[in-house]
Nanobody
């Protein structure tokens, strides 16, 4: 059974940094993985992904500020977020594509105060 558990969210002031982690069980973090986020009253938004060969893609809101990475020895995905803004406030979800199906974690709350 594939399971994902995010951690690292919290409250941070604008301009600060956070590192989110997503631990995978039942699959391998070398599969395509990524992050989405959802702010109150908004639809879910793509943040970043990492594919085979560690090819990365970023949404417009993450470019230049966020970095996605993974440690396959720990079966863990990361999202380093810098220069955080109040507009980054959202629940952040990690996902993995396993056998052609998307699996999602329960999410971790990130709140950026002004």
């Amino acid at each position: 059974q594939v399971q994902l558990v995010e951690s690292g969210g919290g409250l941070v002031q604008a301009g600060g940094s956070l590192r989110l982690s997503c631990e995978v069980s039942g699959s391998t973090s070398s599969n395509t993985m990524g992050w989405h986020r959802q702010a109150p009253t908004k639809s879910r938004e793509f943040v970043a992904s990492i594919k085979s060969g560690d090819r990365t893609n970023y949404g417009d809101s993450a470019l230049g500020r966020f970095t996605i990475s993974r440690d396959n020895s720990k079966n863990t995905l990361y999202l380093d977020m810098n220069a955080l803004r109040p507009g980054d406030t959202a629940i952040y979800y990690c996902y993995i594509i396993h056998d052609g199906r998307n699996y999602w974690g329960p999410g971790t709350q990130v709140t950026v105060s002004s």
